[in-house]
């Protein structure tokens, strides 16, 4: 089987940030994934479930909620390894373009008061596993990532160049 392109990525290097992830061409279409990495790999421990799942459902409700991004979001929704989100977009789109939603989106979660969106047993499958205040600590450091990103959180590490075999090193 050939290796997703989200494998190919050096984790071990990755920071905290916001990456276009992907692009898929559906049709006509073009849809952006991004990488929402809201912990560095290996370095930080990773979010709580508890923590994710709040954040899937107040993150999710305020992006579809969004007057001028509310028509192109196709999902936003956790990583297994929990250490971030995948957002996928209709639309052929840069960080640059995303940054403002993402921003603002994890701005109002860091501050979310009351009761969480979809979080009864009717609307979801496990509603009792949620963590607000988990949720809206992640979502805290998270925004301070993003306001005080440099070009190494916007960018995947480049892949390092294998040594060529047989040449001596000078
Ligand atoms: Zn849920």
């Known amino acids: 089987?050939?290796?997703?392109?989200?494998?190919?990525?050096?984790?071990?290097?990755?920071?905290?940030?916001?990456?276009?992830?992907?692009?898929?061409?559906?049709?006509?279409?073009?849809?952006?994934?991004?990488?929402?990495?809201?912990k560095r790999p290996y370095q930080e421990n990773v979010m709580t479930t508890?923590?994710?799942?709040?954040?899937?459902?107040?993150?999710?409700?305020?992006?579809?909620?969004d007057?001028?991004?509310?028509?192109?979001i196709i999902y936003f929704g956790p990583m297994g390894c929990r250490t971030g989100f995948y957002l996928i977009v209709a639309g052929d789109f840069g960080t640059e373009d995303i940054y403002p939603l993402v921003e603002r989106t994890f701005d109002f979660a860091s501050e979310f008061e009351g009761e969480i969106p979809g979080a009864t047993p009717k609307e979801c499958g496990y509603c009792v596993d949620m963590d607000?205040?988990?949720?809206?600590?992640?979502?805290?450091?998270?925004?301070n990532v993003l306001i005080s990103a440099k070009k190494e959180n916007f960018n995947y590490p480049k892949p390092r160049k294998k040594?060529?075999?047989?040449?001596?090193?000078?």
């Open 1 to 38: 089987m050939d290796l997703i392109p989200s494998f190919q990525i050096d984790h071990l290097r990755l920071k905290a940030g916001l990456y276009v992830s992907c692009k898929y061409t559906v049709g006509y279409e073009t849809l952006t994934t991004f990488d929402i990495r809201v």
């Open 67 to 72: 007057e001028l991004w509310k028509d192109k």
């Open 132 to 143: 607000l205040a988990e949720a809206k600590n992640d979502a805290a450091l998270y925004y």
């Open 163 to 170: 040594k060529e075999s047989g040449k001596k090193e000078e």
């Open 50 to 65: 508890g923590s994710m799942h709040a954040l899937e459902h107040i993150c999710a409700t305020y992006m579809r909620n």
